[in-house]
T-cell receptor, first 114, second 109 residues
Framework: NAGVTQTPKFQVLKTGQSMTLQCAQDMNHEYMSWYRQDPGMGLRLIHYSVGAGITDQGEVPNGYNVSRSTTEDFPLRLLSAAPSQTSVYFC?????????????FGQGTRLTVV | RKEVEQDPGPFNVPEGATVAFNCTYSNSASQSFFWYRQDCRKEPKLLMSVYSSGNEDGRFTAQLNRASQYISLLIRDSKLSDSATYLCVVNNAGNMLTFGGGTRLMVKP
């Protein structure tokens, strides 16, 4: 019963490097999203997708790209890492975009940019 | 002003105590409301949805006041295992969840 799986769990990058954070869900959820969590600031939405082939920007999209080629996968790409992107990243999925739908989160990726 | 505001705490309470958290939100068009629980270095998990009529789940009671735009969570008979950060979450449209900064609860023996 995997749910939402994120890889890697930890990553250290040098400034300017690029990388992709992987997110996969096996619940056939249409809605997927990426958040970052910084101390005292709660989770902030980076990008989201309401289905395969459809993505949109959230509150803090700059410096990140996403794509949704399949229902299961929603990778987040850091184009040129900056120290300000040091954070904990969570991927989430839900059955629909409905108002009372529960969001399920992956275990998070702790990223440090030096 | 943050869209969803919470007192960060920490709230330090003894076992068996009753503790209440409040949360305010700024968007009067917000559609649905939740409390999520987040343990240290773990992912958030849904604790309960919050309905206009108020709802209860065991020791937990959630209330919504749309006129004043605040949400509350009451925990009765606190357990050590209730120690966590409680996140107030608002859904404005199409599952665009907006999170408060969280309230940290520490229940002590």
């Amino acid at each position: 019963n995997a749910g939402v799986t994120q890889t890697p769990k930890f990553q250290v990058l040098k400034t300017g490097q690029s990388m992709t954070l992987q997110c996969a869900q096996d619940m056939n959820h249409e809605y997927m999203s990426w958040y970052r969590q910084d101390p005292g600031m709660g989770l902030r939405l980076i990008h989201y997708s309401v289905g395969a082939g459809i993505t949109d920007q959230g509150e803090v999209p700059n410096g990140y790209n996403v794509s949704r080629s399949t229902t299961e996968d929603f990778p987040l790409r850091l184009l040129s890492a900056a120290p300000s992107q040091t954070s904990v990243y969570f991927c989430a999925s839900s059955y629909s975009a409905g108002a009372h739908t529960e969001a399920f989160f992956g275990q998070g990726t702790r990223l440090t940019v030096v | 002003r943050k869209e969803v505001e919470q007192d960060p705490g920490p709230f330090n309470v003894p076992e068996g105590a009753t503790v209440a958290f409040n949360c305010t939100y700024s968007n009067s068009a917000s559609q649905s409301f939740f409390w999520y629980r987040q343990d240290c270095r773990k992912e958030p998990k849904l604790l309960m949805s919050v309905y206009s009529s108020g709802n209860e789940d065991g020791r937990f009671t959630a209330q919504l006041n749309r006129a004043s735009q605040y949400i509350s969570l009451l925990i009765r008979d606190s357990k050590l295992s209730d120690s966590a950060t409680y996140l107030c979450v608002v859904n404005n449209a199409g599952n665009m969840l907006t999170f408060g900064g969280g309230t940290r609860l520490m229940v002590k023996p």
